[in-house]
């Protein structure tokens, strides 16, 4: 039997983490880019849209990560496309992000008084002005702790992605004790991986917020 | 191209996913009690306690917080036996969803206490109340009805994240969508049904949960 050290295990683990940054980063960009639309949509007054855009985030926000994967993976080869892993992965975790995204942002937007919105008005600038440049300079300030903070969630939600079959830091966990029957160590390994990757942004977001409280005091 | 949607084949295996709610509503229900008991011992001992106890429970919150529930879990069910601790699927969720909920709770249940007034702390020393009775009397039920809104979205949170348990086959809700679907083959209506429910039970507990809370821990 070959024998496997931690050293052999951790260097593996290492490897397969960078799939999780991957698709962390593709969730965050895609929900970002996603949501941001979908705040537009809200702001723009369309009739029906603030309804349609709340029971989106109430969707998302009602209902497990895993479930939405699952959806994801098998509702996409039901309308005849055919799925991988990476793509269901995306999909669900670009929406499920994206519901999150647009809701946080939706509340920095209200925090921005009134009169800021009826000051640009007066002034007849078009809602891609007011917008562009009256409210998405200030409310971007108030926006930026809590959607660091929010990384954090997505990079740890890219674990479930292991239950539709992506190989990712779980999943390679999962691997690893099928071939060393070490499970306390690979476990403690994984844990620890993750940890090293969220707990610095959650640090990140934690002194962005203090500073932002800061300039308010 | 038609898609075909057999929603009957899912539903008349309704005993199965009735089984499966009741087993996600239990292990909510006991790991809710659980971890926010344990989340209001963990608060005072961050805010009142030990310099060496702070920096543990503070160590505590980090690394739960900052570590998938998917690894906890793995790491309770399949990492413990490995040091000697055997677990079944249900105790291993319960312990892997508890320690997971206090760590939160902790956090949100210390900013509730920070921000009460030291006036009523001095009143209630004045008083002659001791240290127990003025963080169980004076200090707790306020710090606990500020924060009970992102208390009761914790526990849903957990909830929803029990659907991951499944995985080690505790027989909870999702696990009943993953069995029915093996069955008839019927994937996709399977978890839109389940998804449904779960979304019911989590606009259900918040409703429930609000109205539990004023009555019956804090007072109105």
Redesign the interface.
């Known amino acids: 039997m070959v024998e496997f050290s931690v050293w052999d295990i951790f260097r593996n683990l290492l490897l397969a983490a960078r799939w999780t940054v991957v698709l962390s980063l593709i969730a965050f960009v895609g929900g970002g880019i996603v949501g941001l639309l979908l705040l537009v949509a809200r702001l723009s007054r369309l009739r029906g849209m603030n309804t349609l855009v709340g029971g989106y985030v109430q969707l998302f926000q009602g209902t497990p990560l895993l479930m939405q994967l699952f959806l994801a993976y098998f509702g996409l080869a039901l309308f005849g496309i055919k799925t991988s892993a990476w793509v269901a992965a995306s999909v669900a975790l670009t929406l499920y992000t994206s519901a999150f995204l647009t809701e946080i942002w939706r509340g920095c937007v209200a925090a921005i008084p009134k009169g800021q919105w009826e000051a640009g008005q007066s002034l007849a600038l078009s809602f891609r002005e007011l917008l562009q440049h009256v409210v998405v300079p200030q409310a971007i300030k108030i926006a930026i702790p809590p959607t660091v903070g929010f990384l954090v969630q997505v990079v740890k939600g890219t674990a479930l992605a292991s239950v539709i079959g992506f190989i990712e830091l779980t999943k390679a966990g999962t691997m690893i004790t099928n071939a060393t029957f070490k499970p306390f160590v690979v476990y403690s390994c994984v844990a620890l991986l993750y940890f090293a990757l969220c707990f610095p942004i959650s640090l990140y977001a934690k002194t962005l917020e203090k500073k932002i409280n800061a300039n308010r005091q | 191209?038609r898609?075909e949607l057999d929603f009957i084949a899912v539903l008349s295996q309704w005993p199965l996913l009735a089984k499966g709610v009741l087993w996600t509503v239990g292990l909510t229900v006991i790991s809710a009690v659980m971890g926010v008991v344990a989340g209001v011992a963990f608060a005072w001992a961050r805010s009142h306690g030990a310099p060496w106890l702070k920096w543990g429970v503070g160590t505590y919150v980090?690394?739960i917080?900052?570590?998938?529930?998917?690894?906890?879990l793995?790491?309770v069910f399949?990492?413990?036996?490995?040091?000697g601790v055997k677990l079944s699927p249900e105790v291993a969720s319960i312990i892997a969803m508890v320690i997971n909920l206090s760590a939160y709770a902790t956090e949100i249940i210390r900013a509730g206490i920070d921000a009460t007034p030291k006036g009523q702390i001095e009143a209630a020393m004045s008083l002659a109340l001791n240290r127990m009775q003025t963080f169980v009397r004076v200090v707790l039920p306020p710090a606990l009805r500020k924060v009970w809104p992102s208390l009761v979205s914790q526990i849903?949170i957990v909830m929803?994240?029990?659907?991951?348990c499944g995985?080690i086959s505790t027989e909870e809700l999702?696990y009943a969508?993953n069995l029915i679907q093996s069955r008839n083959f019927r994937?996709?209506e399977a978890?839109?049904v389940?998804?449904l429910v779960?979304?019911t039970l989590?606009?259900g507990v918040r409703q429930l949960l609000n109205w539990l809370g004023p009555r019956f821990l804090f007072g109105r």
Request: neutral net charge.
């Open positions: 191209m898609v980090e690394l917080r900052n570590t998938p529930f998917i690894v906890q793995f790491f399949f990492g413990l036996p490995a040091a849903i929803l994240g029990s659907a991951v995985q999702s969508a994937a996709f978890y839109i389940a998804t779960y979304l989590a606009v």
